[in-house]
């Protein structure tokens, strides 16, 4: 006689729609003329968009300025370690053809430089930045100690190679009247890194809560001094450190400086004339023989004038048309056989 094996049927799944897998399901069951439509809809919207993305990106007006050779004589200077604390300025003159209209913004540009290195993109310390424990420089290798083991604030290799050199524009209104061309600080950053992953120390004296702490090796200002004339833009909140900090995915990038302030003769952005770039050269680049640039361009509703997404659109909307045509011959083909045998 055969015995039947015993079950525990505590252990049996509960007899629900979900666990026993019975819940309703829909299959879709297109037909030829549905994909063809869905195929032939999609490749005009992508086509049309890359159009329209395309010619909004040529309305931008864009103006790059290389002062890398222009200011030789700042980069013999000031890349001499024994004339590192020296200060040099250089002047580059520019004559602006068309008048850039709207919201003016002020980028540099630098060609050669790396901040895509995974040591060179975890040397800094987060608990730090967002002001919870700034004393926290275990990450920041080797940039972590000073020469007299003092901590580094902020630490790490990010923050100690910053962008430092000082960039003013002056409007020649005539031979001997030039205006100094106002420029805003503020809304350069990401809202996100400004209010979330950078954040002071709850204090009204940054100085004292930073006592006993060094600057980076490269810096010429303690972190709680970069901008003299805002106290609100000083320490971890500082708008041009914040914006250093979001690395780079590749080494030719362009940052957001300054943006164009619009009053008096600059209201509806920068007229046409001449112009000088007042430079306080402190970043180096002929070691690494890169380069750097100043860009002043104009924005449209997608961004800057890169034609990188127009391209993807129009490209992917050609492709799929392409594929829509193909896939009607072969339908018809498809249709006219059966016929022929019936």
Not at 165 to 174: A, C, E, G, K, P
Not at 190 to 212: C, E, H, I, M
Not at 267 to 290: K, Q, R, W
Request: proline share 4%.
């Amino acid at each position: 006689m055969e015995v039947m094996p015993q079950y525990d049927l505590s252990r049996l799944p509960e007899n629900t729609a979900l666990k026993q897998q019975k819940l309703p399901a829909h299959q879709l069951d297109l037909s030829a003329s549905v994909v063809l439509c869905i195929f032939f809809a999609t490749g005009v919207f992508c086509l049309c968009m890359g159009v329209v993305l395309l010619l909004s990106a040529k309305s931008t007006k864009e103006l790059e300025i290389n002062y890398t050779n222009i200011c030789a004589n700042c980069a013999q200077l000031r890349e001499d370690s024994s004339n590192f604390d020296k200060e040099c300025t250089c002047s580059v003159p520019f004559y602006l053809l068309e008048k850039m209209e709207g919201n003016v913004y002020m980028y540099y540009k630098l060609y050669g430089f790396h901040q895509n290195l995974y040591r060179y993109v975890l040397s800094r310390s987060n608990s730090q930045l967002l002001g919870k424990d700034i004393w926290d420089v275990k990450d920041c290798s080797p940039f972590q100690m000073s020469h007299n083991n003092t901590p580094i604030i902020p630490c790490g290799a990010i923050a100690n190679s910053i962008f430092n050199d000082t960039i003013t524009l002056s409007y020649n209104l005539n031979s001997s009247i030039h205006i100094k061309v106002p420029m805003l600080k503020s809304g350069l950053a990401w809202l996100t890194d400004k209010y979330v992953k950078f954040q002071n120390p709850r204090t009204s004296d940054l100085a004292s809560v930073f006592a006993g702490s060094a600057k980076p090796l490269h810096w010429t200002k303690p972190i709680y001094e970069l901008d003299t004339d805002d106290p609100g833009n000083n320490g971890f909140v500082n708008e041009d450190f914040i914006v250093w900090m979001r690395t780079a995915a590749f080494p030719t990038f362009k940052k957001l400086y300054r943006r164009l302030k619009r009053v008096d003769y600059f209201a509806e952005g920068l007229p046409a004339g001449n112009y000088n770039f007042h430079i306080s050269y402190n970043f180096p680049v002929t070691m690494f023989h890169g380069e750097k640039s100043v860009v002043l361009s104009t924005l449209t509703w997608i961004g800057g004038g890169g034609i990188f997404l127009g391209l993807t659109y129009t490209v992917t909307g050609a492709l799929t048309l392409l594929a829509s045509f193909a896939i009607l011959t072969i339908h018809l083909m498809l249709k006219r056989t059966k016929k022929s045998f019936l």
